[in-house]
């Protein structure tokens, strides 16, 4: 992964992300994969670990991964943060000897991979670590919609640090569809603090590509959390299920 955004690395910040980022279908999607009985379960880009820490509560094994050292503290100071085990780390770099029956990148995180070398490693770090029967699920955005139009620009969060306006602008899009980069600038009462932000928008062909290189089988694409099949033209959403070649 890049260097993380001020959004992210950024303590004032990071405390107030999930505040911003409450969904609730993607979370139930994940851990609906690992099922009922203890599963070893890594998440690569937990962030503030939200799905870690409802995994752990569900009684699995959990390993979160996150370069953010901000993102972290918020973590390991939340219930059950004694729980999992965080690692300070990227996900091209991420290396252990242990193996996990589900591996997860959630949260669009697999957007933040903006070049072919990152999304390769990062693939090959799923490939390396997972069981021989296990799951590998992440989603990310499809290219063929305006995200820049279906995207809000602009909230307020009453926060324990006073009322924040957050305000979303772009600042290059001579690359879309493939890349947009903008910028939230936070308002806060004594401060304004700008996190600049770059995604790629990779097509469902293209990520396909680039799992076969890493020996990796994708199982399906869903379109949306209940399911649903992925519609090049109708889906903003592109669900990834992927096992190892051979063990389809």
């Given at each position: 992964?890049?260097?993380?955004d001020?959004?992210?690395?950024?303590?004032?910040?990071?405390?107030?992300?999930?505040?911003?980022?409450?969904?609730?279908?993607?979370?139930?999607?994940?851990?609906?994969?690992?099922?009922?009985?203890?599963?070893?379960?890594?998440?690569?880009?937990?962030?503030?670990?939200?799905?870690?820490?409802?995994?752990?509560a569900?009684?699995h094994?959990?390993?979160?991964v996150?370069?953010?050292?901000?993102m972290?503290?918020?973590?390991?100071?939340?219930?059950?943060?004694?729980?999992?085990?965080?690692?300070?780390?990227?996900?091209?770099?991420?290396?252990?000897?242990?193996v996990?029956?589900?591996?997860?990148?959630?949260?669009?995180?697999?957007?933040?991979?903006?070049?072919?070398?990152?999304?390769?490693?990062?693939?090959?770090?799923?490939?390396?670590?997972?069981?021989?029967?296990g799951?590998?699920?992440?989603?990310s955005?499809?290219?063929?919609?305006?995200?820049?139009?279906?995207?809000?620009?602009?909230?307020?969060?009453?926060?324990?640090?006073?009322?924040?306006?957050?305000?979303?602008?772009?600042?290059?899009?001579s690359?879309?569809?493939?890349?947009?980069?903008f910028?939230?600038?936070?308002h806060?009462?004594?401060?304004?603090?700008t996190?600049?932000?770059?995604?790629?928008?990779?097509?469902?062909?293209?990520?396909?590509?680039?799992?076969?290189?890493?020996?990796?089988h994708v199982?399906?694409?869903?379109?949306?959390?209940?399911?649903?099949?992925?519609?090049?033209?109708?889906?903003?959403?592109?669900?990834?299920?992927?096992?190892?070649?051979?063990?389809?």
């Open positions: 992964m890049p260097r993380p001020l959004q992210f690395s950024h303590q004032r910040l990071a405390d107030l992300y999930d505040l911003g980022n409450a969904g609730s279908e993607d979370r139930k999607f994940y851990l609906s994969l690992a099922g009922e009985a203890p599963r070893d379960v890594l998440d690569l880009g937990c962030g503030t670990g939200l799905l870690c820490l409802a995994f752990a569900k009684g094994r959990v390993t979160g996150d370069p953010a050292a901000a972290l503290a918020v973590a390991r100071r939340a219930p059950l943060g004694d729980r999992v085990t965080w690692v300070e780390q990227t996900s091209e770099e991420f290396c252990t000897d242990r996990f029956d589900l591996i997860i990148m959630t949260g669009h995180a697999f957007q933040v991979l903006l070049t072919d070398q990152q999304v390769e490693a990062t693939l090959a770090t799923m490939a390396k670590h997972l069981k021989p029967d799951l590998i699920a992440f989603e955005r499809n290219p063929a919609f305006d995200w820049d139009a279906i995207w809000g620009r602009a909230y307020e969060m009453e926060t324990p640090q006073g009322h924040v306006r957050a305000v979303r602008r772009m600042t290059d899009s690359r879309a569809p493939e890349f947009l980069s910028a939230w600038d936070y806060f009462q004594d401060d304004t603090l996190s600049h932000s770059t995604l790629r928008f990779l097509s469902a062909d293209t990520i396909t590509g680039f799992a076969d290189q890493a020996g990796l199982e399906a694409i869903l379109g949306d959390w209940q399911g649903g099949a992925f519609d090049p033209n109708l889906s903003r959403e592109m669900i990834f299920k992927l096992r190892r070649k051979g063990a389809e």
